[in-house]
């Protein structure tokens, strides 16, 4: 059975095959055809936080090929409170197609995916972003149309989005670098496992801004203070400050390079309104990228020609 839970459980022909779906899916609702692939199928979404862009990018992509959406958080659901969490998963499981799950830990969406019996989507943990990552290079392949051997710079937080993408980068041999603060880092332990899964990595870190952004093809930001850390914000905020994307840190990089940023944003922390705004942003084509993608991954893991 196929999930998307970790990157490192697709191949690159897998990553190839989702991209060229989502590249059908989207030519497809720009001209008006939107295949009704899962008529009478049910995709049930449970999150412990909150989300604009996943649950409905999940929820449209649904929709649109058809089939229905369910959502309930994960208190309605009475994961751990109410009922053991394998059992939520089974009953969920008999109900649904799919589900995809939006997590603080990334352990409740591993016991998904041995419990539910159907295939399950990894919507935001802790620890990964696959879907938002996924997006992103399929953002940065329609920009730039070969992506393999570019330069992919996140400014920050070395946080869930920026292991994905670390991840999704060096499966798809793009160059990634994160320029963060010595103690914001990926850590030896998220690269020690990615350097055990995959044959190549490319991936460096460092906090010399010139270095970092020389050459790069994209800049990449995201909150300094993710869902859960609300209590660190301030002490974040002040370790952060020096990372903002802004025009000065823009002007290191060539200017054919894109900003990019998974959103939602704090404008005036991460990065600026000219730079978020500005002509070399691409942040709302990823936003509208998300439920092409979604349509995708929901067709991949169901395993439907499409
Ligand atoms: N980028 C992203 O996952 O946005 P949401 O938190 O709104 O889902
Ligand atoms: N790193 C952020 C991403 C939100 C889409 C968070 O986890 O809050």
């Known amino acids: 059975m196929r999930h998307l839970n970790a990157l490192v459980d697709l191949s690159t ?10 590249k059908r899916m989207k030519t497809g609702v720009a001209k008006g055809i939107r295949p009704q692939l899962m ?15 996943t649950r ?31 059992d939520v998963a089974r009953v969920i499981g008999g ?33 990964r972003h696959p879907c938002q990552a996924l997006t992103d290079l399929f953002t940065m392949q329609e920009v730039f149309g070969s992506i393999a051997g570019k330069k992919f710079v996140f400014v920050g937080d070395g946080n869930n989005v920026a ?26 332990d998220f690269l020690d496992r990615v350097k055990s899964y995959l044959p190549k990595i490319h991936i460096t870190e460092t906090s010399n801004f010139a270095e970092a952004l020389k050459d790069a093809a994209v800049i990449y930001t ?15 905020q002040q370790v952060f400050q020096p990372f903002q994307v802004n025009e000065n840190l823009l002007k290191l990089a060539p200017a054919s390079a894109r900003f990019m940023h ?13 730079i978020i705004d500005g002509p070399q942003s691409i942040v709302f084509q ?12 929901i067709l991949w893991v169901l395993e439907v020609n499409a």
């Open 13 to 22: 022909t897998d990553i190839e095959e989702i991209f060229a779906l989502a």
């Open 39 to 53: 008529p009478g199928r049910v995709l049930t979404q449970i999150f412990e936080k909150p989300s604009l862009r």
């Open 56 to 86: 409905l990018s999940f929820d449209a992509a649904m929709m649109q090929l058809g089939g229905s959406s369910i959502f309930l958080s994960a208190k309605d659901a009475g994961i751990g409170g109410r009922e053991a969490v394998q």
């Open 95 to 127: 109900y649904s197609d799919v589900i995809a799950l939006r997590t603080f830990s990334q352990q409740l969406i591993d016991d998904f995916v041995q419990y539910a019996g159907v295939p399950v989507i990894n919507g935001l943990s802790d620890d």
């Open 163 to 188: 292991t994905s993408l670390a991840t999704c980068c060096s499966m798809l041999g793009v160059e990634f670098v994160l320029c963060a603060p010595e103690e914001y880092r990926l850590g030896a």
């Open 222 to 236: 995201d909150v300094w203070t993710s869902m859960g850390q609300e209590a660190e914000a301030e002490a974040r």
């Open 262 to 274: 998974c959103l939602p944003a704090k404008r005036g922390k991460e990065v600026t309104d000219e």
């Open 286 to 297: 990823q936003a509208e990228n998300r439920m092409h993608l979604a349509k995708a991954l």
